[in-house]
């Protein structure tokens, strides 16, 4: 009920495609759902989040498509870049608990 | 920018010793969390703070975990008594009052249990 199911584990992806990241949720009291990177020996960087009451939120290459009756989300990167090389963890926190229940994360790696 | 800073950046501790690992969150934060990620796993939720109270754990934070606010900026996670499993990167992150549930992660502490 609390877990945060994330596909695939790794990605390779060539420059200038589309990377995208799936994730599915059981627990419906989650109303938040963002999407972390994270680079080697660094923490998890907050990079776009969602709430339910929308299907969809972009920001620059970055979008996050949210299907509320599937409890499913997903995480597009468009144009991806050698630079976007990194873990890609999403997360869901709601109801009474303020923390973040993490997915276990993409590996994306993106070819020159 | 601000952002959360934690300290140290790796400690290495024989087992059964005691460690503090610190953390300064944002400074306008209010909530703060304590997070672990085992290596080459997901983070795992620790144990978040409120009003210098305790408000949320999970099963992992057991009694060998502390966490504490000794002052106006720094907040602590404290194991007693260390054990080989407890080798992982702590992460600390902070949220502010109005959005709680957005929250900011400081680059961790590599904890090697020897």
């Known amino acids: 009920q609390q877990q945060v199911k994330q596909s695939p584990q790794s990605l390779i992806v060539q420059k200038g495609g589309i990377s995208i990241i799936n994730c599915a949720y059981e627990n419906t009291a989650f109303d938040y759902f963002p999407w972390y990177q994270q680079f080697p020996g660094k923490g998890p960087a907050l990079l776009i989040a969602i709430r339910p009451d929308v299907s969809e939120k972009k920001e620059g290459r970055f979008t996050i498509s949210f299907n509320k009756s599937a409890k499913q989300f997903s995480l597009h990167i468009m144009d991806s870049q050698p630079g976007d090389s990194a873990t890609y963890f999403c997360a869901a926190s709601g109801g009474s608990q303020g923390n973040l229940i993490f997915g276990k994360g993409t590996k994306l790696s993106v070819k020159p | 920018e601000p952002e959360v800073t934690q300290t140290p950046s790796h400690q290495v501790t024989q087992m059964g010793q005691e460690v503090i690992l610190r953390c300064v969150p944002i400074s306008n934060h209010l909530y703060f969390y304590w997070y672990r990620q085992i290596l080459g796993q997901k983070v795992e939720f620790l144990v978040s703070f409120y009003n210098n109270e305790i408000s949320e754990k999970s099963e992992i934070f057991d009694d060998q975990f502390s966490v504490e606010r000794p002052d106006g900026s720094n907040f602590t996670l404290k194991i007693r008594s260390t054990k080989l499993e407890d080798s992982a990167m702590y992460f600390c992150?902070?949220?502010?009052?109005?959005?709680?549930?957005?929250?900011?992660f400081g680059p961790g502490t590599r904890l090697l249990v020897l």
């Open positions: 992150a902070s949220s502010d009052l109005t959005r709680q549930e957005t929250q900011y």
